[in-house]
């Protein structure tokens, strides 16, 4: 089922807006709740939900890249090709994720710690799973052989999520990799410069085998040190299978029509969720936060919420509109001036 602007298909923009709705409100009650709010059921379910949207984000990217490979593979491009649109996506991805944590050093000068330069997060782990991917597919499609290439694609990213996930436990303690430099192991296992793994950063395990998640099975403990919430098989394929829950809803939703009925604000967010996740992070966690930080109640958070939904909502809708009307504004910009 596909947009009426574009050839995108419309439940995977579905997916991405509510992955940004929940991080919305993650962020602006993680942000803005103090005192007592903090220690409400109400603040634990919002901060159980903000679990997803992360997941999300990656599963999303698995499938968007299967999806193009699928597209690039019958358009007949090579398989060097194919990887490479996908690489360079990648790359451009991961310095996005440079340029970000420059923009919120800078606006937090004088009291963030130039460590936060180089700080593991999302949109640093998008990246870098693209490019993973990319080389993956590259390998796939080379050494395929007489196995339908999405079937041998989808075997083998199956099994590198679920290597990823059997590895992490053990990168995470054991094996970690202490004689890298800290900014390289932050990328293995979140460690950044506080010399153990740290659970609020995105590195490669265990987060990218949600990009590339496929099947997984079964349930399972071997390890000696047992984290559940953080880094235990049990917990990504739990997760997988949420993610595979809201799939069938937002693509059943989405191939039945509701999706259209009228104007979709997930479908919205999600055509733009690369800006409204860069946009609205200032006004929640920022130097320009419309809230004090930790010091307000459920309902005042809740209103705040609602402003930057809105707010994000509008600014995703100029966005599109603004889209493809570059040269048209460039030629209003060149017009002579006229004289008399």
Sequence with gaps: MKTSSSSRLAYIDWMRGLA???????????????????????????????????????????ISIALVTDRLRRKGLSA???????????????????????QEFLIAWGWSPW?????????????????????????????????????ALGVTSGSIALLISLLTPLLWTSWRPRWLPWPIESYVDGVHNLGQPQSWLFPIFPW????????????????????????????????????????????????????????????????TSLLVYWAHFEFVYGRFSILPKRAVDVRTASIG?????????????????????????GAWFRRPVATN
Aim: aromatic share 14%; with cysteine; charged share 10%.
């Design 20 to 62: 940004c709705i929940l991080m919305f409100q993650t962020h602006c009650y993680d942000a803005w709740l103090g005192g007592a709010a903090r220690k409400s059921t109400f603040f634990m379910w919002s901060q159980l939900g903000g679990t997803l949207p992360a997941p999300l984000f990656l599963f999303l990217a698995g």
């Design 80 to 102: 060097g090709q194919i990887a490479g649109k996908t690489i360079r996506r990648g790359a451009e991805i991961l310095a996005l994720g440079f340029l970000f944590r420059l």
């Design 115 to 151: 460590s936060d330069l180089l700080r593991v997060d999302i949109l640093n782990t998008i990246g870098v799973a693209m490019m993973l991917m990319g080389g993956l597919c590259w390998i796939v499609l080379r050494l395929s052989g007489g196995l339908p290439t999405q079937l």
């Design 208 to 271: 990218t085998a949600f990009a590339f998640a496929g099947l997984a099975l079964g349930s399972w403990q071997l390890y000696d040190t047992y984290d559940f919430w953080h880094t235990s098989p049990n917990f990504f394929l739990m997760r997988v299978g949420m993610l595979l829950a809201i799939l069938s809803i937002g693509y059943f939703w989405c191939r039945w029509g509701a999706g259209h009925w009228g104007f979709s604000p997930l479908i919205q967010l999600g055509q």
């Design 305 to 329: 919420l609602l402003t930057i939904f809105l707010a994000m909502l509008m600014l995703s809708v100029w966005r599109t509109r603004l889209k493809g009307r570059g040269a048209e504004m």
